[in-house]
């Protein structure tokens, strides 16, 4: 938890209260300023708020890359961090008041558009390193992915083992459950925690999310069975259980990862947009003075 | 009737075994999982072979095409027997036999397993989403839509940019134009002429070559102050309603010294409505002795300021709330009953006898005849008229004596006036009448009626009512009036629409009501407007700045735009034309004198051209003709 906390409230807040700071003295530039014209970016508060935020946005990029170089020079990596996150929300207002409220179908709404997209990613960013590791380490009770797939392994081999001895329609579903078992996959199947999985049951493929229909199976079964067969039957199906435990464990844990990571696949890619729109917005501003 | 199949997992030096029990004699084979008998193994088909359980052995078919081998040889069929050993892709199937029974010992092959978590795909790294190259390639579809393709409309021109589907400078519009530039609509170039340059004032000029200047630019200087552009004042690209700065700041940086910001003026300083300035001057004309009127400026607050329009008029009378005796009885009059407002707003309707007066005022002449007027004119027609009128009545009493009273009203005189030509009063077409002609009698009996009627009406009752009768100013007549006129504009500095205070009473400002005398300015003061009006920052008043009653181009003034035009020899002339430069400046005479000798040469060497065109094609009578008449047209249309 500490690790996790500590870019937020790095050096005391240190950056959290200089955004605070730089969006108050701002607003209060916009509120008290008294432009010959309606607000917009060509006010001379305009062209100041539009340079500060411009450069912000430069740095802020730079900063991006640089906390991900763990060289030696001034400054921490959670130093960098905590500048970066506070800085691009202090941003979110000196780019809004540089508008002025002007907004059209223009390349220099769409400068704002993509900045308060890559903005809002980066929140969302913060907001999923705030939340998911520390619920990844309950869900998982501190073991590692790797950990729970091994306890998968194992009670597998129980499984099978067990089924060695059951009749031959439960070794088959067991068999057939165990093999096709589904979890993570595509981008969707990780961010959404997709269950794929199947059973072929009497020849036919079903669905076996949650493994519900193979544990259906094997409780349908129980009501027929007797004596040693069912006692059996009985410690399949309570293993079988902690089988489907410890998958559902482990789609939430990959969930929870790709959540994790799914902003930066556009928070970068848009951080670039960004820029480039960035460029046209300054050339346009200048090319028709 | 069920068979044992004993399954053996090497592992590491030690290893694993399963016991399976297959309770068919048909048992199946394979990697399926709805095999009786599985082998995890990815190579091994899903259905393989099938094992049938004899009493005297099993007999092993492997399906379709497949092959397995039995004691080192590759069959599709077998019949076994305890010790053989089939071999299934690496997997031994040993047959034993049991206490009786076949039983099979599979000795799965030593087949590295894979970890469970490889089989799935659990980050999402691992899926290589291109990021890198997702974002070079936004990088460079904003770059190429935003600044490449439509600055090449500054090669290939902008406007097959915007015909076509492409992105074009449209893209850049900082704004919506100001409602009167929307017709403008995406030619950008209009304003922007050269990229990378700030909108010029000639830019706008070039269409707003009528709007005027603030002050006598000959006598200050062409330019305001350095830097100065119409873009201080009118900035563009802010939506449809705004476009002109109606801050004070933008007035006061000059009005608030205006010796230190380095003009001579004998304006007074002002910077705030409320707070800061001048109190009214008015502009009132004055009469002066060779009686043309002059208009000069007056403080409002001045105790000799009277206004001398040469009119009697106490407007008290006229606003009596109890009525002021009219022909046909009391009547109450309103200010808007002689004030009306023109179209507009802004300055009021002249007031005149005709429309305002007369339906009282009657210009009655002879209390015998008292339905009779005289129209409303100078004091020449009317001696005319009356000369007229008594000649006729001595005429009609001696046609027909004992009547007093003339059937025919003579024609009244009237203003001619033709279209182009100075007013002349009909006096001047008169006929003359010859002096012998009628009798001593009559001339006597015409003067008698005539002096007693202009006495009455000069001196008694008619024009002396309204009118400054004075001596005469020639020997024609008895009488004098001085010239009438109202000042028409009495505020001509500031922009006043009376529309605007339409819910006001007209004596919330002029104090008519209460001046009984004619020489009263019923202007407002300042006071009187700051009542409801304050500067651009008042609390609690109607926030008013320097343009919400004054102009800056001046009506006064000269146009700040110079119509640039070329004449036939390319060299650039104003509307008057004049030789001037690209500003608009007229040029020297020594630069003049240049540009003549240029023009000369031009045209010596054109009327060459002519003769040698002439002499070249005479023989050919008609197309010498046509050709001579298109080269006069294509070359030189200015020439002729």
Same mark, same amino acid.
């Given at each position: 938890?500490?690790?996790?906390?500590?870019?937020?409230?790095?050096?005391?807040?240190?950056?959290?209260?200089?955004?605070?700071?730089?969006?108050?003295?701002?607003?209060?530039?916009?509120?008290?300023?008294?432009?010959?014209?309606?607000?917009?970016?060509?006010?001379?508060?305009?062209?100041?708020?539009?340079?500060?935020?411009?450069?912000?946005?430069?740095?802020?990029?730079?900063?991006?890359?640089?906390?991900?170089?763990?060289?030696?020079?001034?400054?921490?990596?959670?130093?960098?961090?905590?500048?970066?996150?506070?800085?691009?929300?202090?941003?979110?207002?000196?780019?809004?008041?540089?508008?002025?409220?002007?907004?059209?179908?223009?390349?220099?709404?769409?400068?704002?558009?993509?900045?308060?997209?890559?903005?809002?990613?980066?929140?969302?960013?913060?907001?999923?390193?705030?939340?998911?590791?520390?619920?990844?380490?309950?869900?998982?009770?501190?073991?590692?992915?790797?950990?729970?797939?091994?306890?998968?392994?194992?009670?597998?081999?129980?499984?099978?083992?067990?089924?060695?001895?059951?009749?031959?329609?439960?070794?088959?579903?067991?068999?057939?459950?165990?093999?096709?078992?589904?979890?993570?996959?595509?981008?969707?199947?990780?961010?959404?925690?997709?269950?794929?999985?199947?059973?072929?049951?009497?020849?036919?493929?079903?669905?076996?999310?949650?493994?519900?229909?193979?544990?259906?199976?094997?409780?349908?079964?129980?009501?027929?069975?007797?004596?040693?067969?069912?006692?059996?039957?009985?410690?399949?199906?309570?293993?079988?259980?902690?089988?489907?435990?410890?998958?559902?464990?482990?789609?939430?844990?990959?969930?929870?990862?790709?959540?994790?990571?799914?902003?930066?696949?556009?928070?970068?890619?848009?951080?670039?947009?960004?820029?480039?729109?960035?460029?046209?917005?300054?050339?346009?501003?200048?090319?028709?003075? | 009737?069920?068979?044992? +199949?004993?399954?053996?997992?090497?592992?590491?030096?030690?290893?694993?075994?399963?016991?399976?029990?297959?309770?068919?004699?048909?048992?199946?084979?394979?990697?399926?999982?709805?095999?009786?008998?599985?082998?995890?193994?990815?190579? +091994?088909?899903?259905?393989?072979?099938?094992?049938?359980?004899?009493?005297?052995?099993?007999?092993?078919?492997?399906?379709?095409?497949?092959?397995?081998?039995? $004691?080192?040889?590759?069959?599709?069929?077998?019949?076994?027997?305890?010790?053989?050993?089939?071999?299934?892709?690496?997997?031994?199937?040993?047959?034993?036999?049991?206490?009786?029974?076949?039983?099979?010992?599979?000795?799965?092959?030593?087949?590295?397993?894979?970890?469970?978590?490889?089989?799935?795909?659990?980050?999402?790294?691992?899926?290589?989403?291109?990021?890198?190259?997702?974002?070079?390639?936004?990088?460079?579809?904003?770059?190429?839509?935003?600044?490449?393709?439509?600055?090449?409309?500054?090669?290939?021109?902008?406007?097959?940019?915007?015909?076509?589907?492409?992105?074009?400078?449209?893209?850049?519009?900082?704004?919506?134009?100001?409602?009167?530039?929307?017709?403008?609509?995406?030619?950008?170039?209009?304003?922007?002429?050269?990229?990378?340059?700030?909108?010029?004032?000639?830019?706008?000029?070039?269409?707003?070559?009528?709007?005027?200047?603030?002050?006598?630019?000959?006598?200050?200087?062409?330019?305001?102050?350095?830097?100065?552009?119409?873009?201080?004042?009118?900035?563009?690209? $802010?939506?449809?309603?705004?476009?002109?700065?109606?801050?004070?700041?933008?007035?006061?940086?000059?009005?608030?010294?205006?010796?230190?910001?380095?003009?001579?003026?004998?304006?007074?300083?002002?910077?705030?409505?409320?707070?800061?300035?001048?109190?009214?001057?008015?502009?009132?004309?004055?009469?002066?002795?060779?009686?043309?009127?002059?208009?000069?400026?007056?403080?409002?607050?001045?105790?000799?300021?009277?206004?001398?329009?040469?009119?009697?008029?106490?407007?008290?009378?006229?606003?009596?709330?109890?009525? +002021?005796?009219?022909?046909?009885?009391?009547?109450?009059?309103?200010?808007?009953?002689?004030?009306?407002?023109?179209?507009?707003?802004?300055?009021?309707?002249?007031?005149?006898?005709?429309?305002?007066?007369?339906?009282?005022?009657?210009?009655?002449?002879?209390?015998?005849?008292?339905?009779?007027?005289?129209?409303?004119?100078?004091? /020449?027609?009317?001696?005319?008229?009356?000369?007229?009128?008594?000649?006729?009545?001595?005429?009609?009493?001696?046609?027909?004596?004992?009547?007093?009273?003339?059937?025919?009203?003579?024609?009244?005189?009237?203003?001619?006036?033709?279209?182009?030509?100075?007013?002349?009063?009909?006096?001047?077409?008169?006929?003359?009448?010859?002096?012998?002609?009628?009798?001593?009698?009559?001339?006597?009996?015409?003067?008698?009626?005539?002096?007693?009627?202009?006495?009455?009406?000069?001196?008694?009752?008619?024009?002396?009512?309204?009118?400054?009768?004075?001596?005469?100013?020639?020997?024609?007549?008895?009488?004098?009036?001085?010239?009438?006129?109202?000042?028409? /504009?009495?505020?001509?500095?500031?922009?006043?629409?009376?529309?605007?205070?339409?819910?006001?009473?007209?004596?919330?400002?002029?104090?008519?009501?209460?001046?009984?005398?004619?020489?009263?300015?019923?202007?407002?003061?300042?006071?009187?407007?700051?009542?409801?009006?304050?500067?651009?920052?008042?609390?609690?008043?109607?926030?008013?700045?320097?343009?919400?009653?004054?102009?800056?181009?001046?009506?006064?003034?000269?146009?700040?735009?110079?119509?640039?035009?070329?004449?036939?020899?390319?060299?650039?002339?104003?509307?008057?034309?004049?030789? +001037?430069?690209?500003?608009?400046?007229?040029?020297?005479?020594?630069?003049?004198?240049?540009?003549?000798?240029?023009?000369?040469?031009?045209?010596?060497?054109?009327?060459?051209?002519?003769?040698?065109?002439?002499?070249?094609?005479?023989?050919?009578?008609?197309?010498?003709?046509?050709?001579?008449?298109?080269?006069?047209? /294509?070359?030189?249309?200015?020439?002729?």
């Amino acid at each position: 938890m500490a690790m996790h906390t500590s870019f937020l409230t790095h050096a005391k807040g240190r950056y959290l209260w200089i955004a605070v700071l730089v969006a108050i003295l701002s607003s209060l530039a916009f509120i008290f300023d008294e432009p010959t014209e309606p607000p917009n970016g060509g006010t001379p508060l305009g062209y100041t708020l539009g340079t500060i935020g411009a450069i912000m946005i430069l740095w802020l990029a730079y900063l991006g890359r640089r906390k991900r170089n763990f060289v030696k020079g001034w400054g921490t990596t959670v130093g960098w961090v905590s500048a970066h996150v506070y800085l691009g929300c202090a941003l979110l207002v000196i780019a809004t008041l540089h508008t002025g409220f002007q907004f059209g179908w223009n390349i220099h709404t769409l400068a704002y558009v993509l900045m308060v997209c890559v903005i809002l990613s980066g929140i969302f960013g913060v907001v999923a390193y705030r939340t998911y590791p520390g619920a990844r380490n309950e869900l998982k009770k501190t073991k590692s992915l790797d950990d729970i797939f091994l306890q998968v392994e194992e009670v597998d081999a129980q499984l099978l083992r067990m089924a060695s001895d059951a009749p031959e329609d439960i070794r088959n579903i067991l068999n057939s459950a165990i093999e096709r078992t589904v979890v993570g996959g595509g981008f969707l199947d990780q961010v959404r925690a997709r269950d794929n999985s199947v059973v072929e049951l009497n020849g036919r493929v079903e669905s076996n999310k949650q493994q519900q229909r193979a544990l259906d199976y094997l409780l349908g079964r129980a009501r027929e069975l007797q004596g040693d067969q069912l006692k059996l039957l009985h410690d399949i199906i309570r293993i079988f259980n902690t089988r489907k435990r410890l998958l559902s464990i482990i789609r939430d844990d990959i969930r929870m990862h790709a959540v994790t990571s799914v902003w930066l696949l556009f928070h970068i890619p848009i951080t670039f947009a960004l820029i480039a729109s960035l460029i046209a917005h300054v050339f346009a501003v200048f090319v028709y003075w | 009737m069920t068979h044992l +199949v004993r399954i053996i997992q090497a592992k590491g030096p030690s290893r694993e075994v399963r016991n399976l029990n297959v309770a068919t004699d048909n048992a199946t084979l394979g990697r399926g999982t709805d095999q009786s008998i599985q082998i995890a193994d990815k190579r +091994v088909p899903l259905e393989h072979s099938t094992l049938t359980f004899k009493d005297d052995g099993i007999h092993i078919r492997a399906n379709g095409s497949l092959k397995f081998a039995v $004691n080192n040889q590759t069959k599709g069929r077998a019949d076994l027997k305890a010790g053989d050993i089939v071999d299934v892709l690496g997997h031994e199937i040993h047959v034993l036999e049991e206490a009786g029974q076949f039983v099979l010992e599979i000795h799965l092959r030593d087949v590295e397993k894979e970890a469970l978590r490889d089989k799935f795909t659990t980050r999402l790294w691992q899926l290589s989403i291109p990021t890198r190259t997702f974002s070079w390639a936004f990088f460079l579809l904003i770059i190429i839509i935003g600044i490449v393709i439509p600055s090449a409309g500054f090669f290939t021109g902008m406007q097959p940019l915007r015909d076509s589907p492409l992105p074009d400078d449209g893209i850049w519009l900082a704004g919506e134009l100001h409602g009167t530039h929307a017709f403008m609509g995406d030619r950008c170039e209009n304003c922007h002429t050269v990229p990378f340059v700030p909108a010029q004032e000639v830019d706008c000029l070039n269409c707003h070559l009528s709007v005027n200047h603030h002050f006598d630019t000959d006598a200050l200087g062409r330019d305001y102050f350095i830097g100065d552009t119409c873009q201080d004042c009118h900035r563009e690209h $802010n939506g449809p309603e705004a476009i002109t700065r109606t801050d004070q700041e933008s007035c006061t940086a000059c009005h608030a010294d205006l010796a230190h910001a380095g003009y001579e003026s004998d304006l007074q300083a002002a910077t705030d409505f409320l707070e800061d300035h001048p109190a009214f001057k008015v502009s009132m004309l004055e009469m002066q002795e060779d009686q043309t009127w002059e208009l000069n400026r007056f403080d409002i607050w001045d105790d000799e300021l009277e206004e001398v329009s040469n009119l009697k008029f106490p407007h008290d009378v006229h606003m009596d709330p109890d009525g +002021v005796l009219g022909p046909e009885g009391d009547i109450v009059m309103e200010c808007m009953d002689c004030h009306a407002v023109e179209k507009g707003g802004m300055r009021m309707k002249t007031v005149t006898m005709e429309q305002h007066c007369a339906s009282c005022h009657e210009l009655t002449f002879d209390p015998s005849a008292p339905e009779r007027v005289v129209p409303h004119g100078a004091p /020449d027609d009317l001696m005319v008229l009356l000369r007229g009128y008594y000649a006729y009545q001595y005429f009609q009493e001696s046609a027909d004596p004992g009547s007093t009273t003339v059937d025919v009203a003579p024609e009244p005189a009237r203003e001619a006036r033709r279209p182009g030509r100075r007013k002349r009063s009909v006096s001047e077409f008169q006929m003359e009448i010859p002096n012998d002609t009628g009798s001593a009698e009559a001339r006597d009996f015409v003067d008698e009626q005539v002096a007693a009627a202009a006495e009455r009406m000069f001196e008694q009752r008619t024009c002396v009512v309204c009118h400054e009768v004075v001596e005469p100013q020639n020997e024609s007549l008895n009488w004098g009036v001085l010239p009438v006129k109202l000042t028409p /504009d009495w505020m001509p500095l500031a922009e006043f629409s009376h529309d605007s205070h339409i819910n006001m009473s007209c004596e919330g400002c002029h104090e008519a009501a209460w001046s009984d005398w004619e020489g009263d300015v019923l202007m407002p003061d300042i006071g009187s407007c700051r009542t409801c009006h304050g500067g651009e920052h008042a609390e609690g008043k109607l926030q008013s700045t320097c343009i919400s009653c004054h102009e800056f181009h001046l009506d006064t003034q000269g146009p700040m735009g110079v119509l640039l035009a070329i004449d036939e020899y390319g060299f650039l002339i104003d509307q008057f034309g004049n030789y +001037v430069d690209e500003e608009g400046n007229i040029l020297p005479p020594e630069e003049v004198a240049l540009i003549e000798e240029e023009v000369r040469a031009i045209e010596a060497e054109y009327y060459e051209d002519q003769e040698y065109f002439e002499s070249e094609y005479d023989e050919d009578e008609e197309y010498d003709e046509e050709d001579g008449n298109s080269e006069e047209g /294509d070359g030189d249309s200015g020439s002729n």
